[in-house]
């Protein structure tokens, strides 16, 4: 594999902060320091299904470090060995990865950067065991990879959270209401915990610390005691009550992942109006988590990764992930880097430096 010329690539599931860092950084470095062409697929694995591409040159890439959203399109819906199709009135799902092999073979391409979270990477790795060669980069938002320490598009989510919840603050102590944001993340805490820490939430709900409502009613309580009237609640779409289940807001058959979570902010702010005589207020933050411009943190980590994904590629490594250790950018084998999610760890020092500073976790 080694002095490979030709390379595709797509960014799959669902967008985030830095996508267009990573392609420009894959592409510039491909182009400048290896002569290597890059190919790009529209809209995910649907490019690849139904060969869709995009001219992927040093000009195409020029201008799109600042830009959210990514230039190539995603879908959390196309996955080629499971794509929806209508028979006999019936939702059914067929396996077409032979078409997807047929794509590649196609356009002489000799491995394919597949930029995505753990649905994306998993469907990288399905294909790699078909012969396909990839390598991929961590994305999401959730920050729920568990080969990688950091994955770009986290800090982006992270710092609009950060932000809601500042100016959730003033207003909330101007009607001396209680306030619930609720955050995306799945079925992990971090940008619910991190968020919350920046932003200095009174108490943090997070899946990974089933809480109890009446223990959010006594942290509401004692704050009252202490003279603050009012309280901001961070809450992830993954949290749930003790001995209760997840909210779950849509089912979207046609996608891998078909559950799309969200309403627990709702639900608790429903049972915290039961008990208290405070008015409490819900924002649902959701898509705006996706989008706009990346912090320079996932500029930067996103150009890192597209560099090494082009540096992997030249030295003819295959079916690996690009993954960030400490301060290093280094490889890891694709089939361990869909192993597992990466989750809060309640006896983690970040959950210590929280509940030190008096953050409730509705535990206690
Ligand atoms: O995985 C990223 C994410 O934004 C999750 O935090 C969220 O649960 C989900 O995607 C939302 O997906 P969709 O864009 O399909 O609503």
Redesign the pocket.
């Known amino acids: 594999m080694a002095g490979i010329k030709r390379v595709g690539v797509l960014t799959g ?2 967008d ?1 902060p830095g996508l267009n860092a990573v392609l420009r950084g894959l592409v510039k470095a491909s182009s400048f320091d290896h002569d290597i062409h890059v190919v790009g697929f529209e809209d995910g694995f649907a490019g690849l299904i139904k060969d869709r591409t995009i001219r992927l040159d040093a000009d195409a890439v020029s201008g799109i470090l600042p830009r959210g959203g990514t230039i190539l399109g995603s879908s ?1 819906k196309d996955n080629p060995f499971r794509v929806p199709a209508m028979i006999n009135g019936e939702l059914t799902f067929e396996d077409r990865s032979d078409e997807a092999m047929r794509t590649f073979d196609r356009y002489g391409l000799e491995l394919l950067v597949v930029i995505g ?1 753990d649905g994306s990477l998993a469907i990288g790795n399905q294909l790699a065991e078909k012969g396909m060669p990839v390598i991929g980069i961590p994305k ?3 920050n729920d990879l568990g080969a990688t320490d950091v994955t770009f598009g986290f800090d982006t989510a992270l710092s609009t959270a950060c932000g809601a919840l500042d100016k959730l603050h003033t207003t909330a102590e101007s009607h001396h209401r209680i306030m619930v944001l609720e955050v ?3 079925y992990a805490g971090w940008i619910a915990l991190e968020a919350g820490l920046a932003g200095g939430g009174d108490i943090i709900l997070v899946p990974e610390i089933p809480f109890k409502v009446e223990s959010v009613v006594s942290a509401v309580k004692d704050r009252k005691f202490l003279g603050r009237n009012y309280t901001l609640i961070v809450i992830a ?1 993954g949290a749930k009550a003790e001995g209760g289940e997840v909210h779950v807001a849509k089912v ?1 058959e046609e ?1 891998t992942d078909a559950i ?2 969200g309403g627990v902010g709702d639900w608790l702010a429903a049972e915290l109006e039961k008990r208290l005589e405070t008015e409490v207020r819900v924002t649902v933050l959701g ?1 705006l ?2 989008g706009g411009s990346p912090t320079a943190f996932d500029r930067i980590l996103g150009t890192r990764y597209g560099v090494h994904a082009a540096e992997c590629a030249a030295k003819g490594m295959k079916n690996v992930m690009v993954s960030l250790k400490g301060i290093d950018i280094t490889e890891v084998p694709l089939s361990d880097a869909v192993k597992e999610l990466r989750r809060l760890d309640p006896q983690s020092e970040l959950v210590h430096v929280a509940r030190s500073v008096g953050t409730r976790f509705g535990d206690e």
């Open positions: 599931g669902g985030c959390n979270g999401t938002i959730d995306m993340g799945r779409e979207v996608s799309r979570l898509h988590q996706r």
